[in-house]
T-cell receptor, first 109, second 112 residues
Framework: TQLLEQSPQFLSIQEGENLTVYCNSSSVFSSLQWYRQEPGEGPVLLVTVVTGGEVKKLKRLTFQFGDARKDSSLHITAAQPGDTGLYLCAGDNTDKLIFGTGTRLQVFP | DAGITQSPRHKVTETGTPVTLRCHQTENHRYMYWYRQDPGHGLRLIHYSYGVKDTDKGEVSDGYSVSRSKTEDFLLTLESATSSQTSVYFC???????????FGQGTRLTVV
């Protein structure tokens, strides 16, 4: 069992729809990061959330860190085909960076 | 782009043979990580290093060993490759354990 579980595992939607991806753990993290990975490439950082309850916005993407710092969510408004990719959350666990199970998003035009 | 290079990019090897993957960085970052990526599992940490000669196990370390004799190089060795080790391997670097991780391009390893 991985420390960080993401849901859903797969998401296939039409352009213009909204979606939310969840990242959950039973452990407390000092911070959580969200990455996006495209085929054939390594993951690239989107955002880091540090404070419990924190909300960060990156254009159409909204990231929230749970009050207890055990979970996080990523909400995309009006998804576009360019949002297609694998979304990964990651947390610092006793001096090492652990990644979640990933959510593969496909946005169709 | 962060200076991080993995080699080789692709490798096919036979079961039972030793394999070494190399990660080289030019950023002088303290932390280096080896992950494997398989469908449905995201990225799973194999081993990591927090300094020269300072390494520790991750979530899936069985069958793997690592070495870091210089800041810039982190080697991952499969002592006796098995088919279950067929995967895409990513190296990552970061200045601290809770700061942005920069990834290499990945190594696709196939064990036949």
């Amino acid at each position: 069992t991985q420390l960080l579980e993401q849901s859903p595992q797969f998401l296939s939607i039409q352009e213009g729809e909204n979606l939310t991806v969840y990242c959950n753990s039973s452990s407390v993290f000092s911070s959580l990061q969200w990455y996006r990975q495209e085929p054939g490439e390594g993951p690239v950082l989107l955002v880091t959330v540090v404070t419990g309850g924190e909300v960060k916005k990156l254009k159409r993407l909204t990231f929230q860190f749970g009050d207890a710092r055990k979970d996080s969510s990523l909400h995309i408004t009006a998804a576009q085909p360019g949002d297609t990719g694998l979304y990964l959350c990651a947390g610092d666990n006793t001096d090492k960076l652990i990644f979640g199970t990933g959510t593969r998003l496909q946005v169709f035009p | 782009d962060a200076g991080i290079t993995q080699s080789p990019r692709h490798k096919v090897t036979e079961t039972g043979t030793p394999v070494t993957l190399r990660c080289h960085q030019t950023e002088n970052h303290r932390y280096m990580y080896w992950y494997r990526q398989d469908p449905g599992h995201g990225l799973r940490l194999i081993h990591y290093s927090y300094g020269v000669k300072d390494t520790d196990k991750g979530e899936v370390s069985d069958g793997y060993s690592v070495s870091r004799s210089k800041t810039e190089d982190f080697l991952l060795t499969l002592e006796s490759a098995t088919s279950s080790q067929t995967s895409v391997y990513f190296c990552a670097i970061s200045a601290f354990s809770n700061t942005e991780a920069f990834f290499g391009q990945g190594t696709r390893l196939t064990v036949v």
